[in-house]
């Protein structure tokens, strides 16, 4: 039997309880493409310079711009 994963859609869906909470961020790097997901629904753009290209993670998995 095959089980679906069910992606939550940012700004419309979240954990109503621990075990769903637990379930959708299983990983930390889950919770963090969601956050990601959430700030920058058409991906990255730098808020300085504007740029959605080129970016690179920095420490604490932080995204930031090469401009």
Known sequence: METQ???PTPGQD???T???FLGWF???EAC???LEKLRWPQGFVCPRCGN???VYR???TRLMCRS
């Open 58 to 60: 920095a420490s604490r």
């Open 32 to 34: 963090q493409a969601f």
């Open 18 to 20: 621990w075990n769903e």
């Open 26 to 28: 299983a990983t930390e």
């Open 5 to 7: 994963m069910l992606t």
């Open 52 to 54: 959605a290209g080129d």
């Open 14 to 16: 979240y954990p109503r």
